[in-house]
């Protein structure tokens, strides 16, 4: 089927929705916008444990000279953006709604 602008109308691969111009294949922004939340989400959940760990770690373990408070500080913000990243990159290819 043809929309008003001339280009065929597609459905998302995940909710059936027909879009004019969607790739093949491909999911609408509505189920894009929905995936990204969610990986959000978990990306949300595990890091800040993950990080009240390593904080938890460098309270208890590091010495309390003050280059060394610097780099636990560091290590805090590090593993907590990494972590951040990673969750979210994996969530949102093994989330499949
Ligand atoms: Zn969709």
């Given amino acids: 089927m043809l ?8 459905p998302c691969a995940r909710c059936g929705t027909r879009i004019a111009g969607l790739p093949w294949g491909e999911v609408c922004t509505e189920c894009r916008n929905r995936r990204a939340s969610r990986a959000s989400r978990w990306a949300r ?15 208890l373990r590091v010495p309390p000279l003050p280059l060394a408070r610097v780099y636990g500080v560091i290590a805090v913000l590090v593993t907590y953006i990494v972590v951040r990243k990673v969750v979210y990159r994996v969530a949102l290819d093994l ?3």
């Fill in 3 to 10: 929309s008003s602008s001339g280009s065929a109308e597609v």
């Fill in 45 to 59: 959940r595990i890091s800040l444990p993950a990080t009240l760990l390593v904080a938890l770690y460098v309270i």
């Fill in 95 to 97: 989330i499949s709604d």
